[in-house]
């Protein structure tokens, strides 16, 4: 194809926490990238996925729910999701069709209205839908909210809708070259995937505020091609010492349980043995503190 015929940009998926954003960013790439579970509010910062067609490379940009925050991490997540939209070329606004009149949903328009980039409306979870004659209803209500350039029923679990959407956002897309090699799906190290993972297991196997006070962080990752092995020793840091012997658990299951669960996935990602070394540190207050978010890499 020449290259003046070859489409290429950015696509921030923008919605509420729990949407479905980080699993449709998968579906739509094939392959998982970002971290997902039943909690609210798991994506921490915006994550690229990166999809390359013979015609287009669409560079899809995972982002934070967007909600109204108090804390000064939960504040910091939701700047870093309003700034992604600042360089999309195409903005998919995603809302659940089991509740299409959440007033979260009116406050990302408003932020939407000051873009002049075309946004596309993807209703998530018609699968849950009774009727899905109620599907042109609820499009109908959010055409008269704000004028999008298109309204895909879809099911990010099911990757119903799925292929019109993405050709409706390679329409958009500006003419040039691609912005990385074909082969790349994230922008993601190895690294920071490890952490990601290993913060997925806390988050599906602990409860409460438990899993929003940890933040992994890599200490060591420590690759030995001669034993086809990878070495990882990471830190999971919690705010009080009650949530440090939850996340250990009696006798360390909870912890053991932890590891097992991350180092599979991990060996699955990799392609080889990893021999995962868990320490849980308390940090106190760590949400609080923007010197240690940094220091976690948690903020620029």
């Known amino acids: 194809m020449a290259e003046e015929e070859f489409r290429s940009g950015f696509v921030p998926i923008v919605g509420r926490p729990n949407v479905g954003k980080s699993t449709l960013l998968n579906r739509l790439i094939g392959q998982k990238v970002a971290i997902i579970s039943p909690k609210p509010q798991t994506t921490w910062w915006r994550i690229l996925g990166i999809k390359t067609r013979p015609d287009a490379q669409i560079i899809f940009v995972d982002t934070p729910g967007i909600?109204?925050?108090?804390?000064?991490?939960?504040?910091?997540?939701?700047?870093?999701?309003?700034?992604?939209?600042?360089?999309?070329?195409?903005?998919?606004?995603?809302?659940?069709?089991?509740?299409?009149?959440?007033?979260?949903?009116?406050?990302?328009?408003?932020?939407?209205?000051?873009?002049?980039?075309?946004?596309?409306?993807?209703?998530?979870?018609?699968?849950?839908?009774?009727?899905?004659?109620?599907?042109?209803?609820?499009?109908?209500?959010?055409?008269?909210?704000?004028?999008?350039?298109?309204?895909?029923?879809?099911?990010?679990?099911?990757?119903?809708?799925?292929?019109?959407?993405?050709?409706?956002?390679?329409?958009?897309?500006?003419?040039?070259?691609?912005?990385?090699?074909?082969?790349?799906?994230?922008?993601?190290?190895?690294?920071?995937?490890?952490?990601?993972?290993?913060?997925?297991?806390?988050?599906?196997l602990t409860r409460q505020e438990v899993p929003y006070s940890c933040a992994v962080v890599i200490e060591e990752f420590k690759d030995n091609p001669q034993k086809d092995l990878v070495y990882i020793r990471a830190i999971i840091n919690v705010e009080r010492e009650s949530q440090k012997g939850i996340v250990i658990g009696k006798g360390g299951r909870m912890l053991k349980e932890i590891g097992s669960a991350a180092r599979r996935e991990l060996e699955e990602m990799l392609g080889k043995k990893v021999y995962l070394e868990l320490w849980v540190r308390v940090q106190e207050d760590w949400r609080k503190k923007d010197p240690v978010l940094r220091d976690f890499g948690l903020i620029r």
């Open 67 to 204: 909600h109204r925050a108090r804390e000064n991490f939960n504040i910091h997540m939701v700047r870093e999701a309003r700034e992604s939209m600042k360089d999309g070329d195409v903005i998919v606004h995603l809302i659940e069709a089991t509740d299409p009149s959440a007033p979260g949903d009116d406050e990302i328009r408003e932020d939407l209205r000051k873009r002049e980039t075309p946004v596309l409306l993807a209703i998530n979870k018609i699968d849950l839908l009774k009727d899905r004659g109620e599907v042109e209803e609820i499009a109908s209500h959010c055409q008269q909210r704000f004028p999008y350039a298109g309204v895909f029923p879809i099911s990010a679990l099911l990757g119903d809708g799925l292929e019109e959407l993405e050709e409706a956002i390679v329409s958009y897309l500006p003419q040039g070259p691609p912005y990385y090699p074909e082969d790349m799906i994230t922008d993601q190290t190895e690294r920071a995937l490890a952490a990601e993972i290993i913060r997925e297991k806390i988050f599906h």
